[in-house]
Protein backbone atom coordinates (compact mmCIF):
# COMPACT_ATOMS: atom_id res chain seq x y z
CA UNK A 1 0.00 0.00 0.00
CA UNK A 2 3.01 2.74 0.53
CA UNK A 3 6.31 2.76 -1.06
CA UNK A 4 8.89 2.51 1.37
CA UNK A 5 10.61 5.85 3.07
CA UNK A 6 12.13 6.14 6.28
CA UNK A 7 10.69 7.40 9.36
CA UNK A 8 11.64 10.50 9.67
CA UNK A 9 10.38 11.09 5.79
CA UNK A 10 7.00 9.63 6.85
CA UNK A 11 6.74 12.25 9.85
CA UNK A 12 7.35 14.66 7.81
CA UNK A 13 5.22 14.01 5.33
CA UNK A 14 2.41 13.46 8.20
CA UNK A 15 2.66 17.37 9.21
CA UNK A 16 2.74 18.69 5.87
CA UNK A 17 -0.72 16.21 5.54
CA UNK A 18 -1.87 18.10 8.86
CA UNK A 19 -1.01 21.49 7.34
CA UNK A 20 -2.61 20.74 4.35
CA UNK A 21 -6.03 19.53 6.07
CA UNK A 22 -6.45 21.69 8.64
CA UNK A 23 -7.05 25.58 7.73
CA UNK A 24 -6.57 26.09 11.46
CA UNK A 25 -2.54 24.89 11.27
CA UNK A 26 -0.04 27.10 10.96
CA UNK A 27 3.13 26.06 12.55
CA UNK A 28 4.77 22.78 12.05
CA UNK A 29 6.00 22.91 15.02
CA UNK A 30 2.85 23.04 16.79
CA UNK A 31 1.69 20.48 15.10
CA UNK A 32 4.49 17.94 15.53
CA UNK A 33 4.12 18.80 19.82
CA UNK A 34 0.47 19.20 20.14
CA UNK A 35 -1.55 17.53 16.99
CA UNK A 36 -2.71 14.36 18.73
CA UNK A 37 -4.36 12.73 15.20
CA UNK A 38 -0.91 12.71 14.08
CA UNK A 39 0.72 11.52 17.64
CA UNK A 40 -1.68 8.29 17.03
CA UNK A 41 -0.72 7.81 14.05
CA UNK A 42 3.19 8.01 14.39
CA UNK A 43 2.11 5.43 17.84
CA UNK A 44 0.74 3.34 15.66
CA UNK A 45 3.74 2.52 13.30
CA UNK A 46 5.83 1.56 16.04
CA UNK A 47 2.93 -0.43 17.55
CA UNK A 48 2.60 -2.20 13.82
CA UNK A 49 6.05 -3.19 13.55
CA UNK A 50 6.12 -5.06 16.98
CA UNK A 51 2.89 -6.96 16.05
CA UNK A 52 4.43 -7.87 12.58
CA UNK A 53 7.21 -8.91 14.83
CA UNK A 54 6.64 -11.51 17.09
CA UNK A 55 5.89 -8.72 19.67
CA UNK A 56 2.29 -8.50 19.59
CA UNK A 57 2.06 -8.41 23.68
CA UNK A 58 4.60 -5.34 23.10
CA UNK A 59 2.49 -3.84 20.13
CA UNK A 60 -0.94 -4.08 22.17
CA UNK A 61 0.70 -2.32 25.72
CA UNK A 62 2.08 0.49 23.25
CA UNK A 63 -1.12 1.03 21.13
CA UNK A 64 -3.25 1.09 24.57
CA UNK A 65 -0.37 4.04 26.16
CA UNK A 66 -0.95 5.90 22.76
CA UNK A 67 -4.41 5.32 23.57
CA UNK A 68 -4.28 7.02 26.87
CA UNK A 69 -1.88 9.93 25.74
CA UNK A 70 -4.07 10.62 22.67
CA UNK A 71 -7.79 9.46 22.88
CA UNK A 72 -7.40 7.60 19.51
CA UNK A 73 -7.78 3.90 19.86
CA UNK A 74 -5.49 2.04 16.57
CA UNK A 75 -5.61 -1.64 17.10
CA UNK A 76 -1.21 -2.42 16.38
CA UNK A 77 -2.95 -4.68 13.86
CA UNK A 78 -4.67 -1.93 12.03
CA UNK A 79 -3.08 -1.43 8.32
CA UNK A 80 -3.21 2.21 7.79
CA UNK A 81 -2.19 3.85 4.29
CA UNK A 82 -0.07 6.83 4.07
CA UNK A 83 -1.30 10.68 4.70
CA UNK A 84 -3.91 9.25 6.81
CA UNK A 85 -5.07 12.63 8.87
CA UNK A 86 -6.89 12.19 11.82
CA UNK A 87 -8.73 15.50 12.80
CA UNK A 88 -9.67 16.49 16.65
CA UNK A 89 -9.05 13.07 17.40
CA UNK A 90 -10.52 12.12 20.21
CA UNK A 91 -12.79 9.03 20.47
CA UNK A 92 -11.52 7.11 17.20
CA UNK A 93 -11.44 3.30 17.54
CA UNK A 94 -9.76 2.02 14.30
CA UNK A 95 -10.47 -2.33 14.60
CA UNK A 96 -7.95 -4.98 13.79
CA UNK A 97 -8.18 -6.08 10.88
CA UNK A 98 -9.53 -2.45 9.47
CA UNK A 99 -7.41 -1.87 6.21
CA UNK A 100 -6.74 2.31 5.54
CA UNK A 101 -6.49 2.96 2.25
CA UNK A 102 -4.43 6.52 1.46
CA UNK A 103 -4.76 10.36 1.81
CA UNK A 104 -7.24 9.15 4.31
CA UNK A 105 -9.79 12.20 6.28
CA UNK A 106 -10.79 10.65 9.59
CA UNK A 107 -12.88 13.24 11.94
CA UNK A 108 -13.37 12.67 15.97
CA UNK A 109 -16.09 9.69 17.05
CA UNK A 110 -15.15 7.79 13.39
CA UNK A 111 -15.07 3.50 14.49
CA UNK A 112 -14.05 1.46 12.11
CA UNK A 113 -15.59 -1.69 13.99
CA UNK A 114 -16.64 -5.18 13.85
CA UNK A 115 -19.42 -7.21 14.61
CA UNK A 116 -18.83 -10.82 14.95
CA UNK A 117 -16.83 -11.72 17.78
CA UNK A 118 -15.39 -14.33 15.56
CA UNK A 119 -12.03 -14.28 14.37
CA UNK A 120 -10.97 -13.04 10.62
CA UNK A 121 -11.81 -10.17 8.86
CA UNK A 122 -14.26 -8.18 10.75
CA UNK A 123 -13.26 -4.13 10.53
CA UNK A 124 -14.04 -2.27 7.30
CA UNK A 125 -11.76 -1.64 4.04
CA UNK A 126 -11.60 2.26 3.10
CA UNK A 127 -10.28 2.99 0.00
CA UNK A 128 -7.90 5.97 -1.05
CA UNK A 129 -8.90 9.75 -0.27
CA UNK A 130 -12.39 8.93 1.70
CA UNK A 131 -13.27 10.74 4.48
CA UNK A 132 -15.44 9.91 7.01
CA UNK A 133 -17.65 12.30 8.94
CA UNK A 134 -17.34 13.04 13.16
CA UNK A 135 -19.22 10.60 15.08
CA UNK A 136 -19.74 8.14 11.96
CA UNK A 137 -19.82 4.43 13.04
CA UNK A 138 -18.39 1.97 9.72
CA UNK A 139 -19.35 -1.42 10.77
CA UNK A 140 -18.30 -5.14 9.53
CA UNK A 141 -16.15 -6.20 6.54
CA UNK A 142 -17.69 -3.28 4.25
CA UNK A 143 -15.92 -2.02 1.63
CA UNK A 144 -15.83 1.76 1.05
CA UNK A 145 -14.48 2.52 -2.27
CA UNK A 146 -12.08 5.29 -3.27
CA UNK A 147 -13.27 8.91 -2.92
CA UNK A 148 -16.42 8.30 -1.09
CA UNK A 149 -17.61 10.12 1.62
CA UNK A 150 -19.38 8.95 5.16
CA UNK A 151 -21.87 11.78 6.43
CA UNK A 152 -20.74 12.85 10.01
CA UNK A 153 -23.13 10.33 12.64
CA UNK A 154 -23.82 7.66 10.25
CA UNK A 155 -24.08 4.26 10.72
CA UNK A 156 -22.66 2.20 7.94
CA UNK A 157 -22.96 -1.87 7.26
CA UNK A 158 -22.82 -1.60 3.56
CA UNK A 159 -20.46 -1.45 0.66
CA UNK A 160 -20.17 1.99 -0.40
CA UNK A 161 -19.71 2.91 -4.22
CA UNK A 162 -16.40 4.69 -5.52
CA UNK A 163 -17.38 8.91 -5.39
CA UNK A 164 -20.19 7.81 -3.86
CA UNK A 165 -21.33 10.08 -0.35
CA UNK A 166 -23.49 7.79 2.37
CA UNK A 167 -25.78 9.99 4.91
CA UNK A 168 -28.01 8.52 7.99
CA UNK A 169 -28.91 5.62 10.02
CA UNK A 170 -28.64 2.81 8.73
CA UNK A 171 -26.42 5.03 5.88
CA UNK A 172 -27.72 5.20 2.29
CA UNK A 173 -26.10 6.63 -0.52
CA UNK A 174 -26.99 9.91 -1.67
CA UNK A 175 -27.96 10.57 -4.79
CA UNK A 176 -25.79 13.52 -6.33
CA UNK A 177 -27.56 16.64 -6.99
CA UNK A 178 -26.80 16.35 -10.76
CA UNK A 179 -29.15 12.75 -11.00
CA UNK A 180 -31.96 15.36 -8.57
CA UNK A 181 -31.81 17.51 -11.18
CA UNK A 182 -32.60 15.20 -13.84
CA UNK A 183 -35.21 13.50 -11.87
CA UNK A 184 -36.88 17.13 -11.10
CA UNK A 185 -36.78 17.93 -15.17
CA UNK A 186 -38.39 14.19 -15.81
CA UNK A 187 -41.11 14.82 -14.19
CA UNK A 188 -41.66 18.41 -15.08
CA UNK A 189 -41.68 17.08 -18.69
CA UNK A 190 -44.30 13.93 -17.69
CA UNK A 191 -46.64 16.28 -16.24
CA UNK A 192 -46.16 18.66 -19.02
CA UNK A 193 -46.10 21.95 -16.96
CA UNK A 194 -42.75 22.78 -15.15
CA UNK A 195 -44.62 25.52 -13.52
CA UNK A 196 -46.45 23.09 -11.86
CA UNK A 197 -43.40 21.96 -10.42
CA UNK A 198 -41.08 24.42 -8.98
CA UNK A 199 -37.26 23.09 -7.79
CA UNK A 200 -37.30 21.37 -4.61
CA UNK A 201 -34.20 22.55 -3.84
CA UNK A 202 -34.82 26.13 -4.22
CA UNK A 203 -35.01 28.45 -0.76
CA UNK A 204 -38.84 29.21 -0.08
CA UNK A 205 -39.21 32.89 -0.78
CA UNK A 206 -37.28 35.43 0.77
CA UNK A 207 -34.77 33.35 2.22
CA UNK A 208 -31.45 33.36 1.07
CA UNK A 209 -29.47 30.77 -0.55
CA UNK A 210 -27.54 28.47 2.48
CA UNK A 211 -24.02 28.11 2.17
CA UNK A 212 -22.77 24.72 1.45
CA UNK A 213 -21.93 22.28 4.22
CA UNK A 214 -18.63 22.88 6.64
CA UNK A 215 -16.37 20.32 6.60
CA UNK A 216 -14.37 22.25 9.39
CA UNK A 217 -14.54 23.88 12.95
C1 LIG B 1 -22.09 13.99 4.07
C2 LIG B 1 -21.36 15.26 3.64
C3 LIG B 1 -19.95 14.90 3.20
C4 LIG B 1 -22.19 15.81 2.49
O1 LIG B 1 -21.70 17.04 2.10
P1 LIG B 1 -22.37 17.79 0.81
O2 LIG B 1 -22.21 16.95 -0.41
O3 LIG B 1 -21.82 19.17 0.80
O4 LIG B 1 -23.91 17.71 1.13
P2 LIG B 1 -24.93 18.88 1.51
O5 LIG B 1 -24.51 19.56 2.77
O6 LIG B 1 -25.17 19.69 0.29
O7 LIG B 1 -26.25 18.05 1.88
C5 LIG B 1 -26.91 17.30 0.89
C6 LIG B 1 -28.02 16.53 1.56
O8 LIG B 1 -27.50 15.56 2.48
C7 LIG B 1 -27.99 15.84 3.80
N1 LIG B 1 -26.87 15.59 4.73
C8 LIG B 1 -25.65 16.16 4.69
N2 LIG B 1 -24.89 15.67 5.67
C9 LIG B 1 -25.65 14.79 6.34
C10 LIG B 1 -25.41 13.94 7.46
N3 LIG B 1 -24.22 13.92 8.06
N4 LIG B 1 -26.41 13.15 7.88
C11 LIG B 1 -27.62 13.15 7.28
N5 LIG B 1 -27.90 13.93 6.19
C12 LIG B 1 -26.94 14.73 5.74
C13 LIG B 1 -28.42 17.29 3.78
O9 LIG B 1 -29.42 17.54 4.74
C14 LIG B 1 -28.94 17.40 2.38
O10 LIG B 1 -30.22 16.77 2.33
P3 LIG B 1 -31.32 17.27 1.25
O11 LIG B 1 -30.73 17.00 -0.12
O12 LIG B 1 -32.50 16.40 1.55
O13 LIG B 1 -31.52 18.72 1.52
C15 LIG B 1 -21.25 16.29 4.78
O14 LIG B 1 -22.51 16.83 5.10
C16 LIG B 1 -20.67 15.69 6.07
O15 LIG B 1 -21.36 15.09 6.89
N6 LIG B 1 -19.36 15.93 6.23
C17 LIG B 1 -18.64 15.57 7.43
C18 LIG B 1 -18.12 16.85 8.06
C19 LIG B 1 -17.61 16.68 9.47
O16 LIG B 1 -17.72 15.63 10.09
N7 LIG B 1 -17.04 17.72 9.98
C20 LIG B 1 -16.51 17.71 11.29
C21 LIG B 1 -15.81 19.04 11.51
S1 LIG B 1 -15.22 19.14 13.13
Redesign the pocket.
Request: a positive charge.
Given at each position: MSDRIGPLRLALEDIRTARRRDPAARSNVVIALSYQGVHAVWHHRAAHWLWNHGLKSYGRLWSQYARRRTGIEIHPGATLGRRLFI??GMGVVIGETAVVGNDVLL?HGVTLGGTTMSPGKRHPTLGDRV?V??GAKVLGPVHVACDA?I????VLVRDVPEGA?A??IPAKI?SHPSEREANTAASAVDWGDSQHHPDPDAPPEGVEQRE??M???
Open positions: DHFVGARGANATVGRPAYYI
